[in-house]
T-cell receptor, first 115, second 109 residues
Framework: DTGVSQDPRHKITKRGQNVTFRCDPI?????LYWYRQTLGQGPEFLTY????????KSRLLSDRFSAERPKGSFSTLEIQRTEQGDSAMYLC?????????????FGPGTRLTVL | AQRVTQPEKLLSVFKGAPVELKCNYS??????LFWYVQYSRQRLQLLLR?????SIKGFTADLNKGETSFHLKKPFAQEEDSAMYYC???????????WGAGTKLIIKP
């Protein structure tokens, strides 16, 4: 296990298309977070899972966004009907239970460009 | 409202000079504060947390509750310190880190 992985690393899509990103957390971690990061900003919380349960969603997460974590392992983030404003870096992080939940281990991110 | 402010988007210092990256927070309780770092082409990673009161890679940060600050300091900057630095607050929710906008640190040779 070499850490949190994300796939794809880059995605270019046309406005109106659907995209799906995958995150594979560190295997023993029970919490998984999704963040969005735009240029010049820190990560913005989108949602998080504890095991397979999605416990919280940000108001940033419109109804075009959906996230799942079946079986409490990998997670997917889907964006439907993409808009140019969705262009950003999407980060995944995992943590816990043996480490503090505020020590989060990040993946490399998926950079989304919506044309 | 819980908020983290990093007033400098960019900080450029010469190698060997002291470095101070500013972080101010807004929080009514007892905060837990962190510095995360992202080196070029690497992923975001934890640098240090105030609870540990440790020095990592020569960096220290002291929580000043009176000034609501958690500035990151290093007495002698090295070129490998060049990176993006983010200050983050673990607040009331017990699930969410609240992030500053980040400071890009450039160490000039």
């Amino acid at each position: 296990d070499t850490g949190v992985s994300q796939d794809p690393r880059h995605k270019i899509t046309k406005r109106g298309q659907n995209v799906t990103f995958r995150c594979d957390p560190i295997s023993e971690h029970n919490r998984l977070y999704w963040y969005r990061q735009t240029l010049g900003q820190g990560p913005e919380f989108l949602t998080y899972f504890q095991n397979e349960a999605q416990l919280e969603k940000s108001r940033l997460l419109s109804d075009r966004f959906s996230a799942e974590r079946p079986k409490g392992s990998f997670s997917t983030l889907e964006i439907q009907r993409t808009e140019q404003g969705d262009s950003a870096m999407y980060l995944c992080a995992s943590t816990g239970p043996t480490s503090s939940y505020n020590e989060q281990f990040f993946g490399p991110g998926t950079r989304l460009t919506v044309l | 409202a819980q908020r983290v402010t990093q007033p400098e988007k960019l900080l450029s210092v010469f190698k060997g000079a002291p470095v101070e990256l500013k972080c101010n927070y807004s929080y009514s309780g007892s905060p837990e504060l962190f510095w995360y770092v992202q080196y070029s082409r690497q992923r975001l990673q934890l640098l240090l947390r105030h609870i540990s009161r440790e020095s990592i890679k020569g960096f220290t940060a002291d929580l000043n509750k009176g000034e609501t600050s958690f500035h990151l300091k290093k007495p002698f900057a090295q070129e490998e310190d060049s990176a993006m630095y983010y200050c983050a607050l673990w607040g009331d929710s017990n699930y969410q880190l609240i992030w500053g906008a980040g400071t890009k640190l450039i160490i000039k040779p």
